[in-house]
């Protein structure tokens, strides 16, 4: 019986210890590699919509702002920027579905690593788009129409 213990102890003190050495949850080891969607802007930027995660990318806005389609974060890409802070460049679009209309925000990262440093998108690489939603919307969330 005390050996059962002693091995509970240990277990437990292992456990505690691997949970000390958490690190902030972040994007999958190959979120910079993966691309769901490219598009040129009017200024010769390439501009990548990576998958990302529940922080930014694709599966941030997909989710939190029900953008589906890339057309919907290509769209306003096909301009120039509306706002410019440093390395964070905004994108805005509209768009039309009848009497139905909705301004769309595209938000850029166009630098190697996000502002907070904790996404490095390797050397030569720049991070992309880190958010999409529609403006003055609940929620910022799109309307389903937007994505069809």
């Not at 930014?56 to 920027?81: I, M, S």
Request: with cysteine; glycine share 8%; proline share 5%.
């Amino acid at each position: 019986m005390k050996k059962i213990a002693a091995l509970a102890t240990a277990s437990l003190a292992v456990s505690t210890l691997l949970v000390g050495l958490s690190t902030p949850v972040q994007a999958a080891p190959d979120w910079n590699k993966r691309i769901r969607c490219t598009q040129k802007d009017w200024e010769g930027r390439t501009i990548p919509t990576r998958y990302g995660n529940s922080e930014f990318g694709w599966n941030h806005f997909t989710h939190k702002h029900n953008v589906k389609k890339c057309k919907v974060v290509e769209g306003p890409l096909d301009g120039k920027p509306d706002k410019r802070d440093g390395a964070r460049l905004e994108y805005h679009g509209i768009a039309i579905d009848g009497s139905r209309h909705v301004k769309i925000v595209v938000i850029v990262q166009w630098a190697r690593k996000t502002r907070d440093g904790d996404y490095d998108a390797g050397r030569g690489q720049k991070i992309g788009v880190i958010n999409t939603f529609c403006k003055n919307q609940p929620r910022n969330k799109c309307p389903n129409w937007v994505s069809q």
